[in-house]
């Protein structure tokens, strides 16, 4: 059902590997590597607390003024193993500099994952929209998706990469801009054949309803996957998912990622086994060999109407990876979104006092 998970073929998919082959198609991106020795060690810190000098915030705390009898109370935790402190002036400068080249907004991801799952630390109305440094880390230190990549056991299911394949962590920054979630499809192709397209953010969207349209979008991600990735010389994988986003007149697309063929991958309103039996199909289409039979086009699956059993719920996305373990205090009583504001405060306030120590 699956291709060999191999370390060599895992790697294919890490950004740094596709992106310079696609980039003409793709969104403008910028690759940082070498990251500082100790910046994975940062991300999995228990906590979430920004590195020093990556917000302009003031030297001394606002609570630096507590009166004595609140000062004798903290001296109870006098003990604790202070926290270790981070820093990385040069790789906040590039984030600067690629923030004002991409016109002030970027969004992160590291070699295969972006924090989606982090995305509501930062305003709903423009998710995963980062403006500073400071924006860049709150996403990667809050998201569960993105500390997958910083361990190689992950990263290749406890196989050991060979000498040839070796494993750097990156940091990639993307130009932000919004993108309709109505518009990205996630596509699967299975030994060198396109057999299924899913709709990628499962809630109903009415437009889609018509049989133009369905037609419509089959068409154009068919001939954009023949003319920009499979006559791409530089791509010689043969079983990969990838995302893309088709344009307002659903004529075109640009890549958004790829991903292994794999288990790991979600395959969002197939199933796996659905997938298998339509490489078949396409398989057995083209053994036939009649040329009077024209080959089977991708399925393509979307959700048809608000009853859908893909249709999201009023709850949020990743909603499992939205409360650390150090915000349960802080959460009851509050909405998602006064929730946020309230979280992004005490973590600019644990930086502080760690400046402060």
Same mark, same amino acid.
């Given at each position: 059902m699956f291709p060999p998970q191999s370390p060599s073929y895992i790697l294919q998919f890490q950004f740094s590997s596709w992106y310079p082959k696609f980039s003409t198609v793709s969104v403008k991106s910028t690759i940082i590597k070498p990251l500082p020795e100790d910046f994975a060690d940062y991300l999995n810190e228990d906590s979430v607390f920004l590195p020093e000098g990556s917000e302009d915030i003031p030297a001394s705390s606002s609570l630096s003024d507590m009166d004595d009898e609140e000062g004798e109370d903290s001296d109870s935790d006098s003990d604790d193993k202070p926290r270790r402190t981070y820093t990385f002036p040069d790789l906040d400068s590039q984030i600067r500099d690629c923030i004002q080249r991409y016109d002030g907004a970027v969004f992160p991801k590291l070699n295969f994952s972006s924090p989606r799952d982090a995305s509501w630390m930062l305003p709903s109305s423009s998710p995963l929209k980062c403006m500073? !440094?400071?924006?860049?880390?709150?996403?990667?230190?809050?998201? #569960?998706?993105?500390? $997958? #990549?910083?361990?190689?056991?992950? &990263?290749?299911?406890?196989?050991? !990469?060979?000498? /040839?394949?070796?494993? +750097?962590?990156?940091?990639?920054?993307?130009?932000?801009?919004?993108?309709?979630?109505?518009?990205?499809?996630?596509?699967? &192709?299975?030994?060198?054949?396109?057999?299924?397209?899913?709709?990628?953010?499962?809630? $109903?969207?009415?437009?889609?309803?018509?049989?133009? &349209?369905?037609q419509g979008i089959v068409g154009a991600i068919t001939r954009f996957w023949t003319d920009k990735v499979c006559s791409n010389p530089r791509w010689e994988v043969e079983d990969y998912i990838f995302d893309i986003l088709l344009t307002r007149d659903l004529s075109r697309a640009h890549i958004v990622d790829f991903n292994p063929y794999a288990p790991r991958t979600d395959s969002l309103m197939f199933s796996y086994e659905e997938l298998d039996a339509l490489h078949r199909l396409h398989t057995n289409a083209e053994d036939t060999g009649n040329p009077s039979t024209p080959p089977p086009i991708p399925q393509f699956?979307? &959700?048809?109407? !608000?009853?859908?059993?893909?249709?999201?719920? /009023?709850?949020?996305? $990743?909603?499992?990876?939205?409360? !650390?373990?150090?915000?349960?205090?802080?959460?009851?009583?509050?909405?998602?979104?006064?929730?946020?504001?309230?979280?992004?405060? +005490?973590?600019?306030?644990?930086?502080?006092? /760690?400046?402060?120590?």
């Open positions: 500073s !440094p400071a924006d860049v880390y709150l996403l990667l230190k809050s998201s #569960d998706f993105a500390s $997958h #990549d910083i361990s190689p056991e992950l &990263v290749f299911d406890g196989q050991a !990469p060979g000498p /040839n394949e070796p494993y +750097e962590l990156e940091l990639v920054l993307r130009k932000w801009y919004a993108m309709d979630r109505s518009r990205e499809m996630r596509c699967f &192709v299975r030994a060198g054949r396109l057999i299924g397209i899913s709709q990628r953010d499962t809630n $109903h969207y009415p437009y889609m309803s018509t049989t133009d &349209v369905q699956k979307y &959700v048809d109407s !608000p009853a859908h059993p893909f249709a999201r719920s /009023n709850a949020p996305a $990743h909603q499992h990876n939205m409360v !650390p373990l150090e915000a349960l205090s802080l959460s009851s009583g509050r909405d998602i979104a006064e929730f946020a504001e309230v979280w992004r405060e +005490e973590v600019a306030r644990g930086t502080r006092e /760690n400046d402060d120590d």
